[in-house]
């Protein structure tokens, strides 16, 4: 069983900043894992994903110049670190993770979530 647990949101300003965190426990495969979230009526859109060793990195083009995805592979941690943020990036992100090594932008390939941290960002 894979355990994933993000952690980091909140209420920001436009302009402002947070960090994103996901921890992963359990039998994890630790392979590439990713950013989702999801607004208010909207479907779940990819963010960002990394490969294990961070070779492959992959933005919505929505995020970048704006976001960094990274991970600790020693601590089973994966981050998302925004900037810049703009009351369109008000959602509940999730990480993902998917047991194979190429980074992919829909949902459907993903195999384990967490419950998601709520972000909001105020004009």
């Known amino acids: 069983q894979v355990h994933l647990v993000e952690s980091g949101g909140g209420l920001v300003q436009a302009g402002g900043s947070l960090r994103l965190s996901c921890a992963a426990s359990?039998?994890?495969?630790?392979?590439?894992m990713a950013w989702f979230r999801q607004a208010p009526g909207k479907e779940r859109e990819f963010v960002a994903g990394m490969s294990w060793a961070g070779d492959l990195i992959s933005y919505a083009d929505s995020a970048k110049g704006r976001f960094t995805i990274s991970r600790d592979n020693v601590k089973k941690m994966l981050f998302l670190q925004m900037n810049n943020l703009k009351a369109d990036d008000t959602a509940v992100y999730y990480c993902a993770e998917r047991a194979n090594n190429s980074v992919r932008e829909s949902p459907v390939d993903y195999t384990s979530w967490g419950q998601g941290t709520q972000v909001t960002v105020s004009l």
């Open positions: 359990g039998r994890t495969l630790m392979y590439a």
